[in-house]
């Protein structure tokens, strides 16, 4: 698996449209509290491990 998540990778896990998933990872980048995003200029990478724990905290 990779080590880094891209939005567009987000939205397919999740089965969420594109502005869902860039919603998401941006409400994660403002509060802090969801998983790791890092912003790079223009683009968001998440890491695959804090995302996948976040997600399966969800149930």
Known sequence: MKKVLTVKDIQEILGISQKTAYGLVRQALMTGNMFK?????S???????PFLN???SCD
């Not at 995003?37 to 200029?41: A, D, F, K, L, T």
């Not at 683009?43 to 491990?49: A, C, N």
């Open 43 to 49: 683009h968001y990478k998440i890491p695959t491990e």
């Open 37 to 41: 995003v890092i912003r790079i200029g």
């Open 54 to 56: 976040w997600l399966d």
